[in-house]
Each structure stands twice: as structure tokens, then as C-alpha cells.
Nanobody
Framework: QVQLVESGGGLVQAGGSLRLSCAASGRTFSNYDMGWYRQAPGKEREFVGIIYRSGDSLISADSVKGRFTISRDNAKNTVYLEMNGLRPEDTAIYYC???????????WGQGTQVTVSA
């Protein structure tokens, strides 16, 4: 299984920006589709978006479209979530997810906390 470690979370004021990173190790990173999810207090985990092995990406959550961008650097085994125009409702734990394209085996990171103050 691939191991995932997120970083880059923290406390930011509304309107600010953060870039989350998810570093992968243990397997061939380029074989994985990489996703981001988030879970706010008292809410279910929400799918934010995904970047495929091809480099194509999509942001699924309507509430973050136009503000969040996903990218990957296969040379660094890292996927990024660039978050701009942050709002208090973006406060959540953000999780990285990896899915191996042939087997479907999936892994989760431990999560990184993002807190947006009003």
C-alpha cells in the first residue's frame, strides 16, 4: 500500500490562501489517481476533487469550484490542493486519497486541519 502524509494545513483568515501537500511513498506514484476529501465537524466526509494519472483533474464540490485547484508532481511523488478565497465554511480536516488504477487498492492519509477564521 502507498503511504500518504498531508501537510500545509493551518489557521488562515477568510479570503486567504493555503496550499496543501500530500506526499506519497512506498509505491509507484504515477500508477495512482489522487483525490482530496474534507470533513467538517459534525458532517460527512465530502469529496473535493481528483487528479488522474493522466494529469486531468476535476473539482467535484460546487462550493469550491473556481477557488480550489488540484495538481501533481510525479517527480516529487506529491499531489497538491491549492485553496484560494478561503471561507469559514471551508474549515475541515482535509484528507488525501490514493487509488491504484489497476487493482483499485486505496489508501488514506491521516488528514490535515484547515481552519478559516471570519
Amino acid at each position: 500500500q502507498v503511504q500518504l502524509v498531508e501537510s500545509g494545513g493551518g489557521l488562515v483568515q477568510a479570503g486567504g490562501s493555503l496550499r496543501l501537500s500530500c506526499a506519497a511513498s512506498g509505491r509507484t506514484f504515477s500508477n495512482y489517481d489522487m483525490g482530496w476529501y474534507r470533513q467538517a465537524p459534525g458532517k460527512e466526509r465530502e469529496f473535493v476533487g481528483i487528479i488522474y494519472r493522466s494529469g486531468d483533474s476535476l473539482i467535484s464540490a460546487d462550493s469550491v469550484k473556481g477557488r480550489f485547484t488540484i495538481s501533481r508532481d510525479n517527480a516529487k511523488n506529491t499531489v497538491y490542493l491549492e485553496m484560494n478565497g478561503l471561507r469559514p465554511e471551508d474549515t475541515a480536516i482535509y484528507y488525501c486519497h490514493a487509488r491504484e488504477y489497476r487493482s483499485g487498492f486505496a489508501s488514506w492519509g491521516q488528514g490535515t486541519q484547515v481552519t478559516v477564521s471570519a
